[in-house]
């Protein structure tokens, strides 16, 4: 079945540094999305991503739908605590099946 | 517009027991889809239903089934339970934006086998 793979799986980063995380599948999607996770809540969607190349921001965060349609980035410029948590990239083809990846685990130290 | 509502948000249960969970979608959303969550597996897709039927459906035993009411409100029911369900159970309702289905999800219901 359709699996995505996402790294990497947590990261320890300094307060200012910026974080990138990425997603591969050997499938081809036609949305990517990205989610984050804070502690004991679900899932939030932070960006959308309609057409292959499609580049996008929302505050500190740009993700990139990749040209194959198998990937996708996230990069958070100048990390901040409340960055901590857990990002979920996603995956749809048609349909309303919706796939995520395994998380990446954010830690930030002030 | 109140969010997703999922309760019980923690039980625990014990072996060959069964346990029944509750979803209330945001009003208005027809769509609502179940993930279980466990650490390093990230989110698996249970099933979707979408006005009482179920239209999509993820790998996972009989044991887990679900439904969904006239007031698109859901259930989800896993029976027979072992060690290995333990997990945080999210439920989504959706909507779509710009073709893109994209889930709202609860707080999940934690669910501890025992």
């Known amino acids: 079945g359709q699996q995505l793979n996402q790294s990497p799986q947590s990261m320890f980063i300094q307060e200012g540094e910026d974080v990138s995380m990425n997603c591969t599948s050997s499938?081809?999607?036609?949305?990517w999305l990205w989610y984050k996770q804070d502690p004991g809540e679900g899932p939030v969607l932070l960006i959308a991503?309609?057409?292959?190349?499609e580049l996008t921001s929302n505050g500190r965060l740009t993700a990139q739908f990749g040209i194959t349609r198998k990937d996708s980035f996230l990069n958070i410029s100048a990390s901040i605590p409340s960055d901590v948590g857990i990002y979920f990239c996603a995956g749809q083809l048609g349909g309303f099946k919706t796939i995520f990846g395994a998380g990446t685990r954010l830690f930030v130290k002030a | 517009k109140a969010g997703v509502t999922q309760t019980p948000r923690y039980l625990i249960k014990t072996r060959g027991q069964q346990v029944t969970l509750s979803c209330s979608p945001i009003?208005?959303?027809?769509?609502v889809s179940w993930y279980q969550q466990t650490p390093g597996q990230g989110l698996q897709f249970l099933f979707e239903?979408?006005?009482?039927?179920?239209?999509n459906k993820g790998n996972f035993p009989g044991r887990f089934s679900g439904r969904q009411f006239s007031n698109s409100r859901s259930e989800m029911n896993v029976s027979t339970l072992e060690l290995g369900d333990s997990a945080l159970y999210l439920c989504?309702?959706?909507?779509?934006?710009?073709?893109?289905?994209?889930?709202?999800f609860g707080a999940g219901s934690r669910l501890t086998v025992l």
């Open positions: 239903y979408f006005s009482e039927t179920q239209r």
């Open positions: 991503l309609y057409k292959a190349g």
């Open positions: 009003s208005g959303h027809r769509s």
């Open positions: 499938s081809i999607f036609n949305t």
């Open positions: 989504a309702s959706s909507w779509s934006l710009s073709g893109a289905n994209v889930l709202t």
